[in-house]
């Protein structure tokens, strides 16, 4: 059958607040352009990310319920560090609040001045606790990443021909840490294959550097392994993520995307020592290691969403949601990211405004159109999320100029969908008449989330 039919039926709903135009122009101005720094209440349609706005089951809101919020010892964390245990294989399970405080803490430990750490692509927040540390956050994705139009099955991979020089280069003293991020949020949601997991392993252990996984979209990029993989079409998707998983010394993992809740996290290792690092260092930033910043009722919801996740027939109809967005978007020739990934559409910022420059950030003007054209908040991911300045203050630009609309877990159907593809068509036919943005205020680090435009000829 053709028709995408969601695995679950609608058991809660919360209204929808529509605006007009000259409302969400002065949203927008009020908001210094900035789509962050928008009220949630003034959006339509919010595809800003998929981190922490799933809609939970029946059974995670019953977890809720009867979570144990004993202070140490809680049921609710034996029953969550027994399910995370058993998908991963890892020896030590700490939660966290949420995946940035995983990589606060491990970054802490293991990050300083004169130190590497490179992974496929990192995204914002891990690359901001590696910089804050010191260190220097370095990506190593395949070529084929880096061209949009490119048709590929996996192409958030790791270039390990580049990862052996690098390490050359550097020294693998210097090198603490690989971490592979799964799937590759930065470079277009895009898979990476068991393949390349093995090789980019076994050049870790030859040069004794950690190997880490990045597990937010773990399940994600397990079943495209599933249906894209030579060898793999009939293995089930809890093996590949526990092989995936043996790959590595440890992960990270924002809970808030593939194990469906709101809020959640965790740090996980094999290293007793490294483990007993990060426990003491949790203690003094996020409580005390049996519920991590977290509430007991948080660890139930989190231990039933990473079953949850595993179903694979909530996996077809997730990633093939996605396919459908792609598929009715590239008809109209918008262009995109391809194929699509796990849980986003992608479009490319460069090749939709080319009369915008990279300077000018074309991925906010797309951004900011979607928003007032149809109340719909995405999110850029180009020169304002990465883009860097040289010595001499010239704008440097990162590979790719994207607008990341992430599409929530179990939350908005296939009409919302429609509704989200004709106005991006209609904005495409518009295009035109977009033009860029300029900065009037920026922070250090994560500048993206706080900065302040103004239109770029004002």
Known sequence: ????????????????????RPEREQILKEAKNNLFLVKAGDVLIDLLTDSGTS?????????????????????????????????TGFKHIIPTHQGRAAEKILFSL???????????????????????????AVDLLTEAGKKPQLIADFKGNMDTAALEAFILEKGAENIPMCVMTITNNSGGGQPVSLQNLKETAAICRRHGILFFIDACRFAE???FIKTREKGYENTPVRKIAREIFSLADGCTMSAKKDALV?????LAFNDDDLAREAKNLLIITEGFPTYGGLAGRDLEAMAQGLEEVLDEDYLRYRIRSIEYMGEKLTAAGVPMVLPTGGHAVYLDAS???????????????LANALYLE???RGVEIGSLMFGKYDAGGQHIAPPMELV?????????????????????????????????????????LLRHFTAELDPADS
């Open 1 to 20: 059958m053709a028709t995408i039919i969601e695995p679950f039926r609608i058991k809660s709903v919360e209204p929808l607040t529509f605006t007009t």
């Open 55 to 87: 809609a939970m089951s029946a059974r995670q809101w019953a977890g809720i319920m009867t979570g144990d919020e004993s202070y140490a010892g809680s049921e609710s964390f034996y029953r969550f560090r027994e399910t995370a245990a058993g998908i």
């Open 110 to 136: 293991l990050g300083g001045k004169g130190r590497y750490f490179v992974s496929n692509t990192f995204f914002d927040t891990t690359r901001g606790n590696i910089e804050y540390s010191g260190a220097e």
């Open 221 to 223: 990029n397990a079943w």
């Open 262 to 266: 709101n809020i959640g996290g965790f």
């Open 351 to 365: 090749a939709f405004l080319p009369q915008i420059p990279a300077g000018q950030f074309p991925g906010v003007a």
């Open 374 to 376: 149809g109340g719909i």
């Open 404 to 444: 990341r609309l992430a599409i929530p877990r179990r939350v908005y159907t296939q009409s919302h969908i429609d509704y989200v593809c004709e106005v991006i068509i209609e904005v495409f036919r518009k295009r035109e008449l977009l033009s860029g943005y300029r900065i009037t205020y920026e922070a250090p």
